[in-house]
């Protein structure tokens, strides 16, 4: 719980005398200060000794509370404040917070808070007290009978628990948590009263009346809402941006939040014992702390605070007060998940109080790939290295630091770019697609599982990355979250902050759940790209895959958006724009793809699943030669209106669906979606013709993938046979097993895969395009050099020739068989003195099966080579010179 903070220290607390009043007590004090005590007196925190340094002369008030007494006693002008300040230059640059009110009469009140080496010194000076002429203004002559006024004030935490206060309000002298301090008369005919502060007891509210009393009666004076004055100590009232915590080199720090439905807000300041709840609340005042709809305030010295949280009241049922939620501009989080598979604890989601650690970034060098040269390797951070068979210390595996050490592995593949899956942070028991934060990785993913570690190990594994020639990509999802509104969801950050702002409420599909976040609403669409410039300066990330990206052109009622104004600020902003941004639209609701023609601007690429679908369709036997053929040619029909081939992400298996491996051994009626084919017999089997096949297959997608235009995209584990044993669950995915990599299987995979990559780039002039291809320069034939069938699902074999436009480079051709029989085909005439060279033919073992040198084709006489193409498999030969 909150800390409550006396109103006065317990050693000097007396028991209050009930049948006291106040104008008594008034005559009283004023008998006592014409004794001229020179002894001004402390009523906060002070010692016995200075309390009651003139205990003969205090007797004169016997049966008065020591809180009442010392706080009439402590009544001095501006003019004994300004002795605390050494010099002239200190109290030159000593600038006060000033506060004016009007009163419920008409008055003026000024309150100005200065801050004097270590002490809040606050002057409360009534100008006056009703409106009206000089004549009009309250008259007080010190050391008389006269009318009186008298500042009743309370020290609290939030500008509502002492308005609330019905001891406060009551003028009754008996109010056990209010102090009085006499008003004293200055030069410019004002009153005025001082309080003193040390400085660790800040921050705080000072609240007080003021009470016009005189011998036979008493009156308040409040605002002129009729409220009771309040102004903050050790804290203003702020600045609206930028958004989260701000720090200073003075070590004061700035707070600002957006929440345009909240009616309070309250900062919650945490120390290291974050269980026993918040160690300070500060409740922000509308009047003070709001402009518009940002929340702010600015904290002079955070002291002893490590973390921080906010709490919002408001109409409805997304609102409650209970909850301390997580600022969404936060950029460090406290670890809040202390073992893995917890659900999250509410009264952890915290921002840590500390500024980002320095990085040094001295001597990086960012590769700046073009995107047609991209070969990608898509991974999760933690189950790539977490296994024990990574053979990494425990602090290592499963974190970034551990893809620093597999860094090898990357090479020998040919890889240049990881696509990360998000980082971002999530609750594990609903996955990494549905965060709940997007200013920070994920604590666990860190050797200490800490924020701080977090930042610095990511940091370093992209400097490490970018020295070795790779790029570091970002899955990121922006349309849903962690948070909802089912009995399992909890509010984390947005749904308590202000729901109807951040989330589309009641409209459209993917809306059931509460957590389908408004995209294109401007708050949201400011803070998803206030987050990629995040990660783009600070992480120097080099781009981004936005999954469900079909639900960010969606409007706020769940309407399909043509100019969805948030992807296309991302298109033209000027530093996104300048890496790569990628449109996936898989969405997390119903493990699918959501195929919508993706407004572009000529910037956007895309995760190409039509790619996918076609290439798996065709394999199976079941697919047109027409789809297959757009795909290896870079998909024009999804690509050619200003884009091109490298704008294609390539792709036969993702990280939730079948793997590679299981795509060709499981095939039942419930996994009819992945066009899967299990080659004659569902899962694992001993027969040698099934074996025989499942491996073509492997070998075909591979091929595929890597001779078609467009960016090839390679999932983790596949190379060595990753298997969930047919399941297509995300959560059935397991940790990669280092040992597969030694098998036969894993040999000759990663072997292939490395050819492959070499081949792309020997070649690029053809692979790797960023234009199509000119009609011109390809073929196309049946095996009898006829042309193709293409609208026919009986035409299972298709052969291409690709001619280089380079008189230096011989061209390439290219024969895919689905059907189940040896197709014999006829190799295309070249010039005298060349000679067409197998290089890869997935239907021969390893490792015979693809070779660096290549094997010539030998022709007999004058007829053309034919070569036998055999069932389920592939062949690429390429057109050298006989003298080379």
């Not at 719980?1 to 050693?11: D, E, G, N, R």
């Not at 009283?28 to 014409?34: E, G, I, L, N, S």
């Not at 009622?557 to 449109?583: M, Y």
Request: aromatic fraction near 12%; glycine fraction near 8%.
């Amino acid at each position: 719980m909150a800390t409550s903070i006396p109103l006065y220290p317990s050693h000097v607390r007396c028991p209050i005398i009930e049948d006291i009043r106040l104008p008594a007590l008034i005559q009283a004090v004023h008998r006592f200060k014409r004794e001229k005590v020179a002894e001004r007196t402390h009523i906060f925190r002070g010692s016995k000794q200075h309390l009651f340094c003139n205990a003969q002369k205090i007797r004169a008030l016997k049966g008065f509370s020591a809180s009442q007494i010392g706080s009439f006693l402590y009544s001095s002008s501006k003019a004994e404040a300004n002795e605390q300040v050494d010099t002239a230059e200190d109290k030159a640059n000593t600038s006060p917070s000033t506060y004016s009110f009007r009163t419920e009469t008409a008055g003026r009140v000024k309150v100005s808070v200065w801050t004097i080496k270590d002490k809040y010194v606050v002057f409360v000076e009534v100008l006056s007290l009703s409106g009206g002429t000089d004549d009009q203004k309250l008259s007080l002559s010190e050391g008389t009978d006269d009318q009186k006024l008298v500042l009743n004030w309370s020290k609290c935490r939030s500008s509502s628990s002492v308005s609330m206060n019905q001891d406060f309000i009551s003028s009754s002298p008996s109010a056990s948590d209010s102090i009085f301090t006499l008003f004293a008369k200055n030069s410019s005919g004002g009153h005025e009263a001082e309080l003193e502060f040390d400085s660790y007891e800040a921050p705080f509210y000072l609240s007080f009346l003021l009470l016009v009393s005189s011998k036979s009666n008493s009156s308040e004076v409040r605002t002129h809402r009729r409220e009771i004055f309040c102004v903050p100590v050790g804290f203003g009232s702020g600045y609206p941006a930028p958004s989260g915590v701000s720090f200073h080199n003075d070590g004061s720090v700035n707070f600002s939040l957006f929440s345009r439905n909240s009616e309070s807000v309250i900062l919650c300041l945490f120390t290291d014992d974050v269980g026993s709840g918040p160690a300070l609340e500060i409740e922000l005042d509308p009047y003070i702390n709001r402009t518009g709809d940002m929340w702010h305030v600015f904290l002079k010295d955070v002291g002893s605070y490590v973390s921080y949280g906010y709490k919002c009241k408001g109409k409805g049922d997304s609102f409650d007060s209970q909850y301390v939620l997580l600022d969404p501009y936060a950029k460090i989080l406290v670890s809040f998940f202390p073992n893995k598979g917890e659900s999250i604890s509410l009264t952890k989601c915290l921002g840590r109080l500390c500024k980002e650690p320095s990085f040094d970034w001295t001597g990086e060098v960012k590769p700046n790939l073009p995107l047609e040269k991209l070969m990608v390797y898509r991974l999760n951070v933690g189950k790539f290295t977490e296994d024990k068979s990574s053979k990494l210390p425990n602090d290592v595996a499963g974190t970034f630091l551990g893809i620093i050490q597999k860094l090898q592995h990357f090479k020998s593949l040919g890889i240049n770019a990881i696509l990360l899956e998000p980082i971002l942070p999530f609750d594990e028991k609903k996955g990494p697609y549905l965060p709940y934060h997007f200013f920070s990785p994920v604590n666990y993913y860190a050797p200490m599982c800490d924020g701080l570690s977090a930042i610095n190990s990511m940091k370093e594994m992209v400097k490490i990355l970018h020295a070795n020639g790779i790029e570091v990509l970002m899955e990121v999802v922006f349309t849903q979250t962690a948070e909802g509104i089912d009995a399992s969801s909890e509010a984390i950050s947005y749904r308590g902050i202000d729901y109807s702002s951040y989330y589309i409420v009641g409209g459209g599909v993917g809306t059931e759940n509460g957590n389908a976040l408004n995209c294109n609403y401007p708050i949201v669409q400011r803070i998803i790209l206030d987050s990629l410039h995040y990660w783009v300066t600070e992480f120097h990330i080099d781009g981004f895959c936005f999954m469900d990206a079909s639900s960010l052109c969606h409007g706020s009622n769940g309407e399909h958006l043509s100019r969805p104004p948030l992807v296309e600020a991302i298109a033209f902003d000027p530093i996104l724009s300048k890496t790569k941004i990628i449109a996936d639209c898989w969405t997390q609701l119903d493990m699918s793809h959501k195929g919508i023609k993706f407004p572009h601007w000529k910037r956007w690429a895309e995760m190409n699943s039509r790619f996918c679908q076609d290439v798996r369709n065709f394999l199976r036997g079941k697919g047109l030669l027409s789809s297959l053929a757009t795909r290896l040619c870079g998909s024009g029909d999804i690509f050619s209106h200003g884009r091109g081939p490298s704008f294609s992400f390539n792709f036969i298996a993702k990280n939730f669906g079948l793997s590679l491996v299981d795509m060709v051994s499981f095939s039942t009626d419930e996994l009819s979606p992945e066009l899967s084919c299990n080659c004659g017999e569902e899962g694992p089997t001993n027969k040698s013709i099934v074996l025989e096949t499942r491996l073509k297959q492997i070998r075909n997608f591979l091929f595929i993938l890597y001779i078609s235009l467009g960016v090839p995209v390679l999932n983790m584990g596949d190379e060595c046979g990753y298997s969930t044993s047919g399941s297509p669950s995300y959560t059935s995915r397991k940790p990669f097993d280092w040992r597969a990599l030694r098998t036969g299987f894993g040999v000759q995979i990663t072997e292939f895969i490395a050819f492959m990559s070499k081949l792309r780039m020997r070649r690029d002039d053809l692979f790797q395009s960023r234009n199509f291809l000119k009609e011109e320069n390809i073929d196309w034939q049946a095996n009898d050099q006829s042309q193709p069938q293409w609208e026919d699902l009986d035409s299972k074999f298709v052969a291409l020739t690709l001619k280089a436009e380079n008189e230096d480079k011989g061209g390439l051709f290219i024969a895919i068989n689905a059907s189940d029989t040896l197709q014999n085909v006829i190799l295309p005439e070249i010039p005298e003195g060349n000679s067409w060279v197998r290089f890869i033919d997935t239907a021969l073992s390893f490792p015979g099966f693809f070779c660096e040198d290549g094997v010539p084709v030998i022709k007999e006489n004058t007829v053309l080579p034919t070569y036998g193409v055999k069932a389920h498999s592939c062949a690429l030969f390429e057109e050298l010179s006989d003298s080379a």
